[in-house]
């Protein structure tokens, strides 16, 4: 190995592990906030440059449909003035996407709108009626969503695989492109974002609450099930622009999503589904490990990636068995 193909492995493994860190984090406080394990965020990830495809054709996305419906019953599980949310919020929706067909400039914002509320109707309608539920409980119920949408992506958008226009052509460096550039600006930023949102706003301080202790948070007058839609919608945000920006490179299919979500989840398991840095910095590490193992040895990468899941999962018993004793 030379230096060329070393700059070429580490800038591979930076934006990859970028990507998986964004998807790490939105997990680890979706979990830390429900006990949900968001098996489904591949699906929501790939659902906006998806839909954005369909929407830049001039035609209406499934997605758009699969979203009114769980608005609908959304709007049915709630009780006098809290219908006007979902409503409101579908109907601004379907407005949208009929603005966005005939100009190209809303079609983005109508992708990242219709994952974000697709998410919080998904824990509306799925995950808060199971509020006493064990985490295995919360688990089955978001496998059987991730096999759902897989599959209602297969029906919506068909086994092709897309490619939406960069936001930035060209290229820095060789093997570093501007879109590239972008996704590493888009991670900074939503770090930093997250960063701030947690220590300088309420709504931030009080997902916090709820994440510590649940009965704490409601007896100051934090409702969980609130802080589970707000958690629900950020991780939502984030899949639908890390989406968004990484298609281009990659492309975009409905079973794409999967292996990308899992990679995310090996990282919020480095970090103990609790920290942010450390799922953070154990995405940059699945990225480092999944650039060399593809260099060395690309028939088993997949598998050599997985099993950074069994000494992290080692360790968290340890962990666990010292807590008990």
């Known amino acids: 190995m030379d230096a060329t193909i070393l700059g070429f492995l580490l800038l591979d493994a930076l934006q990859n592990g970028v990507i998986y860190g964004l998807l790490a984090v939105a ?41 009114l419906a769980l608005g609908a019953l959304w709007a049915l599980l709630e009780r006098g003035r809290g219908r006007g949310l979902p409503l409101l919020g579908g109907v601004g929706l379907l407005l949208l996407f009929l603005l966005a067909r005939g100009s190209p400039a809303l079609a983005y914002p109508a992708a990242i709108f219709l994952v974000v509320y697709l998410g919080v109707a998904s824990y509306r309608v799925f995950f808060q009626p199971l509020r006493e539920a064990t985490v295995l409980a919360y688990l089955i119920m978001a496998v059987g969503l991730h096999v759902a949408y ?76 609130e802080a589970g839609m707000v958690a629900f919608a950020i991780a939502s945000l984030l899949a639908a622009l890390a989406g968004l920006l990484l298609a281009p490179l990659i492309n975009a299919a409905y079973f794409m999503g999967f292996m990308l979500g899992l990679k995310g989840f090996v990282a919020a398991i480095l970090g103990g589904l609790l920290s942010y840095p450390v799922a953070f910095l154990g995405a940059l590490l699945v990225g480092l490990f999944e650039s060399f193992t593809s260099f060395y040895a690309s028939a088993y990468k997949e598998a050599l990636v997985f099993l950074l899941l069994v000494p992290a999962l080692f360790f968290q018993s340890l962990r666990a068995r010292a807590v008990e004793e």
Do not use: D, H
Request: aromatic fraction near 10%; proline fraction near 6%; hydrophobic fraction near 55%.
């Open 150 to 225: 897989q599959g209602l992506g297969l029906v919506f958008f068909g086994p092709e695989q897309y490619r939406p226009e960069p936001l930035l052509s060209g290229e820095v460096l060789a093997g570093l492109s501007w879109q590239g550039v972008l996704v590493l600006l888009f991670a900074l930023l939503a770090v930093g974002g997250l960063y701030l949102f947690f220590r300088l706003s309420l709504f931030g301080k009080a997902l916090l609450a709820a994440a510590e202790n649940r009965l704490g948070a409601r007896l100051c007058g934090i409702r969980p099930e």
């Open 27 to 67: 997990m680890v406080l979706v979990f830390a906030v429900t006990r949900v394990i968001l098996v489904p965020i591949g699906e929501l990830m790939m659902f906006a440059p998806l839909s954005l495809v369909w929407l830049q054709g001039g035609k209406l996305p499934g997605t758009l449909g699969l979203a």
